[in-house]
């Protein structure tokens, strides 16, 4: 599936990420988040923090590891606040990283961001697909099933992690 052929609802999931994206870094919440559907189709919604506070690309890293250890639901969106960078001009931006269950390949998504005079953040043009990339639902050979959220870890005296 190119991003031309892409669902209505993957489409629509895409927006809604975006949307979130907007209005949670407008706050000063410069984390990044997961958005998600299990199984069940339950809604879910995970700030991703660390300890120290440090926001870095090591958290998104820790967001993609997180949704791979989830059993696929319908969607999932990774959302943060980053720069994009076309025709050599740098824009703030909201990037979400978008799949659904069943597909290959996962789209990236940026819509390009510009502080209103209110300090809301106000979109600049349409969003854009700015990276096409593998499915982070997509089963591995050789990778291990992955465990429903909420689920214990069948080892005695173990919590369910996100690690390899």
């Known amino acids: 599936m190119t991003a031309t052929q892409m669902s209505p609802g993957l489409k629509a999931w895409a927006a809604r990420a975006l949307e979130l994206g907007l209005g949670w870094f407008w706050g000063g919440n410069l984390t990044p988040f997961i958005l998600f ?16 506070g440090v926001v870095g690309p090591e958290l998104v890293e820790v967001g993609r590891a997180i949704i791979r250890d989830f059993e696929p639901g319908q969607f999932y969106a990774l959302g943060w606040d980053g720069f994009l960078t076309t025709a050599g001009i740098r824009q703030d931006a909201v990037f979400a990283e978008v799949g659904a269950a069943g597909e290959v ?15 809301e953040l106000a979109r600049v043009d349409l969003p854009l697909v700015a990276a096409v990339t593998a499915n982070l639902w997509a089963r591995q050979k050789g990778r291990r099933r992955a465990r429903r959220v909420g689920a214990a870890s069948r080892r005695k005296g173990r919590r369910p992690t996100s690690r390899r």
């Open 37 to 52: 559907d299990d199984a069940s189709g339950q809604g879910h919604l995970v700030d991703l923090q660390n300890v120290s």
């Open 105 to 119: 390949l996962a789209y990236v998504f940026a819509q390009r961001y510009k502080q209103a005079g209110s300090g």
